[in-house]
Structure formats: C-alpha cells, structure tokens
C-alpha cells in the first residue's frame, strides 16, 4: 500500500512563504533591539562570571601567571622612574668650574657671567671671589683637621692666596658642553682672562651619572624583556584554561548552535571569564607593587618619591593601567582559543 504526500495548493504554499517571511522579519526586529543587545550581554556576562567561580581551581594557574607578569611589568616601570630621579639629583649637584685670573676684577667678572647667563645651555651661573674660595677653603679644613691652635690658624689667613675667581656653570645636559666650550675658547674678554688652571668640563660625577644612565638602560631592557616573555606565557595558560573550560562545555555549544545562537553569545561568556582572570592579576599585583614600594622607600629614601607621588595621587591610572593590560591578555587568549575551536567545529 503506498503512501501519497498530500498535495499543497498554491495558496497554501504561499500562505507558509508569507507566515515565514513574518516570522523572520519579527526576530530580527527583536534581534536588533538595545533591549534584546542588554539581555544578551547580562546573560554573556552572567555565564562568564559563573564559569569564572566554577573554574576557580583551574583559574589560579593563569591568574598567577598573569599577575607575576603585571608585577614584573610595575616593577620595571618604578625602577626606571627611580633610576631618572637618581640622575636628576645628582645633575642638580654637578656644575662646570671655569677658572679666571685673580687678578680680574668684580666688574668684568659680572660681564662675563652675564654673558654666559644668556647661553641656552646654560641654566645657572654663580661666581666665587678668590677670597671667599680661600675663606671656605681655610675653614673647611680646620673642621676637617680639627685645628684649634690660634696662631696656626692665624698664619692661615695670612698665607697668600692663590686661588682664581671661580665660576661655576650649570647645564641643561651636563653630555652637552659644545657651547659652553665655544663661548670660553672664542669669546674676547674671556680668552685674556683664563687662569692658568683649565676649565673643567668633566667632572666624576659625570662618570656616576653615566653608570646609572647605563643599569637604567639594562634594567628598562632586561625588565620589559622578561615581562614580554611572562605575558606570553600568560596568554598560553588562560588560552590552555580557556580550551579546557570550551571542552568541558562542547555539548551545551553544540546545542547553542543548533539553535542558531550567535558566535558572540558563545564566545562572549569565555571572554568575560578570561577578563575576569585580568581584573583578579591586577587587584592582586596592584596590592603586592604597592606595598612594595612603600616598604622599599623607608630604605631606599628620596629616589622613589616621584614615583609614590604618582602612585598616591594618579592611583586610578595606575590601577586602570594595570587593569587594562590584565584584561587585554586574557581577552587575546580567549579569542585565540575561542576562534580556533568554533572554526574547526564549523
């Protein structure tokens, strides 16, 4: 006995055409709606955050990860702010010492550093009259020497003097000195006024300032190195945990697909999680960077002052900064992960 399919009029057919094109044009009226997008996103959200508490164990591995790497990163940044603050302080205290004839007088000496005040290199200018060089340098070895014979002391005022007016000149940037020199080698009333004793361009402080202009350097390479390979090895872990969590739930996603749920909706709880992983690295490196730095400080002293200063005042930036780079690794590995498992599902 064979069985006939009841035949569909015309009517009919596109009676079913009309009842489908309504329906499709009602969903995605629904569809597009800021009210149906809010649901949407509470939901994504509220399954990631879910998914975040049920996964905690699973979660710490790329939460530790990922804060070292924060706190590696921090940590890099203070350092190198403390190793400017050590170069500031010590330039603050470097002058160049150009040495003219005792012989001169305060007239022509107030030409000459007039002159170099108006040098753009330079930003301070102050002059030292032979006597009181002499007065100083008498008095800073009696101190030093503890001289307290009367008479001794006596005879060390009355020896001659031979020390030069001294101008000491501080610069801009103490590695630039080019026009400085010019102006003493070249400059009229300065070339018949030098004493016999030569300018002195360079002192050992120089050679201080370079060495931590040098370990600022390696410390800035050295400490953005290793925080590039701990984030890379960040964005393995939470892409691992992120495979692990899309895994454990393939059914419920091949369910939500056959349902015709949209990749955002599938994707989305996962990214929120990853973020999550970022929001818990930041709170926890937030915490450890700046106890931290406020214990160094008691021990260290004034060269993380800029530094504290920033983080006391400008602390939502900083936290914000740390907040944002956590949530940026987790939310690349998610989609890395994400992506990879839909498209070879697809």
Not at 53 to 60: D, G, I, K, Q, T
Not at 102 to 109: K, M
């Amino acid at each position: 006995m064979s069985s006939k399919k009841p035949k569909i009029s015309k009517e009919e057919k596109a009676e079913l055409k009309e009842t489908a094109r309504v329906s499709k044009e009602r969903l995605n009226r629904i569809t597009k709606t800021r009210k149906h997008h809010l649901r949407t996103s509470a939901r994504v959200v509220k399954y990631g955050t879910k998914s975040f508490v049920r996964n905690a164990w699973l979660s710490m591995a790329a939460i530790a990860i990922m804060a070292v790497t924060l706190i590696v990163l921090s940590a890099t940044i203070i350092a190198t702010s403390a190793m400017g603050s050590a170069i500031k302080a010590v330039e603050s205290q470097v002058d160049m010492s150009i040495y003219i004839r005792q012989t001169a007088n305060a007239e022509q000496i107030r030409k000459i550093t007039s002159a170099i005040e108006k040098l753009d290199s330079v930003t301070e200018v102050r002059a030292t009259s032979p006597e009181d060089a002499n007065n100083a340098a008498i008095k800073k070895l009696i101190e030093e020497s503890n001289i307290t014979d009367p008479a001794y002391i006596e005879s060390l005022y009355e020896a001659p003097n031979k020390i030069p007016w001294t101008i000491n000149v501080k610069l801009k940037n103490l590695n630039d000195t080019s026009e400085l020199e010019n102006f003493v080698n070249n400059d009229e009333s300065m070339v018949n006024m030098l004493d016999a004793r030569p300018p002195s361009y360079s002192t050992s402080h120089r050679e201080t300032i370079d060495r931590i202009a040098t370990i600022m350097n390696r410390i800035e390479v050295i400490g953005l190195s290793a925080a590039g390979v701990f984030a890379l090895i960040a964005i393995l872990v939470v892409f691992n945990t992120i495979r692990m969590a899309i895994f454990n739930r393939k059914e419920e996603i091949y369910m939500m697909r056959l349902v015709g749920a949209s990749r955002w909706f599938i994707i989305g709880p996962f990214i929120v999680e990853a973020a999550l992983y970022g929001i818990a690295a930041a709170a926890i490196s937030g915490t450890v960077v700046y106890i931290a730095a406020f214990a160094l400080h008691n021990s260290i002293g004034s060269v993380l002052d800029e530094s504290l200063w920033f983080m006391q005042n400008y602390w939502y930036f900083a936290v914000g900064a740390l907040v944002l780079v956590g949530i940026l690794i987790g939310i690349i590995s998610a989609l890395l992960a994400a992506r990879k498992y839909l498209r070879a599902k697809s």
